[in-house]
């Protein structure tokens, strides 16, 4: 494998292991200094922290790569996980990956939900608790998921059809018969019947449906926080209630940004150039250093921005430090002068 390739592989492990540490860290803190305000909203952050847990040990494992070639793009199992898996278990396990994105989205839109109705529709939360309501956004869940799931996959059969396009690419940068290789991804454009180069009509619609099924969770999250913020702004609630609704925003905001931005936009820019012939190779496993991170970042945003979990977390580091200053003093201060202070 080129040398980037190693090094990048780095950078995803330290930062995965370092988003499980401070994920785990984040649960004990959410389920310790929560606010009793914070009601059921406290699961609901327990439940995320849990799954920016998931996600890196289960990119961590799987250690997927990314080539683009042409007109298609490709994941793959780059992990030494790859050489006792089988061809089928392992596109398996990349649909999974690609599905605990549209997964994370899911669950930031229904925390945007559940802020938008304890803050601006109040008189809304008897109607929730009703069955058929959650019924009713089980099923949107599943629905949204499989979608996702089965685009994914529908796009995937023109390149594992036309293994040979990327054959040579495959064997060149990462030693790997591409034959048993494991490959979720899309060949936009191939030779018709005439020899004629063409767009894949399939691939285009699934990546457009993908890109739909993203941008409409945006919409929702924008609308959500624009309400939020103008009933935030014009309403008589205390200053305390308010400033936590509003450090909870900002959370959310923050916790919006980072899979969009550190995920999204990586997995954005492999699908363009895919789909514009633009070459990036092996180096496109570099957009993984950011991927791996989000997950870090989003850790360190929802600490940062709810006041109560930031003092928390610098009272224990004060403790942390006093404790290990006062036992560093002890071991280097001679008898005699511990015998004169006492």
Known sequence: MPAHLNFSHTIVM?????????????VRVIAKHSRPEFGRYKYLMM??????????????????????????????????????????V????????CLL?????????????????????????????????RLLLFSYVIIDLSAWVGLFEIQSWSLRGNRAYIKSEFWQYYNINIDNASLVGSLFKANDTNGVERYMGRDVI????????????????????????????YSLMSHRA?????????????????????????????????????????????????????????AF???YFIRDYRRAVIDRLKQTFS????????????PKALYLAS
Request: hydrophobic share 50%; glycine share 6%.
């Open 14 to 26: 330290i930062n995965t292991s370092l988003a499980i540490v401070a994920n785990c860290g984040l």
């Open 47 to 88: 439940l995320f922290a849990t799954f920016s847990i998931i996600f890196p040990l289960f990119h961590f494992v799987l250690m997927p790569g990314c080539h683009v070639f042409g007109y298609s793009y490709a994941f793959f199992v780059a992990g030494p996980i790859g050489d006792y898996i089988s061809a089928s």
């Open 90 to 97: 392992g596109q398996y396990l990349i649909l999974y990956w």
């Open 101 to 133: 994105y549209n997964q994370q989205l899911i669950l930031i839109v229904f925390h945007f939900l559940y802020r938008y109705i304890v803050v601006c529709r109040f008189h809304l939360i008897p109607i929730f608790k009703r069955w058929p309501i």
């Open 206 to 233: 699934c990546w457009m449906v993908i890109c739909t099924l993203v941008f409409y969770k945006f919409c929702i999250m924008v609308w959500f926080t624009m309400n939020i913020h103008r009933t935030l702004k």
């Open 242 to 298: 308010k400033q936590m609704q509003t450090d909870l925003l900002k959370a959310l905001i923050a916790q919006t940004a980072c899979p969009f931005i550190l995920e999204g936009a990586p997995c954005i820019q492999c699908t363009i150039c895919g789909f514009f012939g633009i070459y990036v190779g092996s180096w496109q496993n570099y957009g993984f250093v950011f991927v791996s991170s989000y997950p870090l970042m989003d």
């Open 301 to 303: 945003s929802m600490t």
């Open 323 to 334: 404790s290990a200053s006062v036992e560093s003093i002890e071991e280097f201060t001679p």
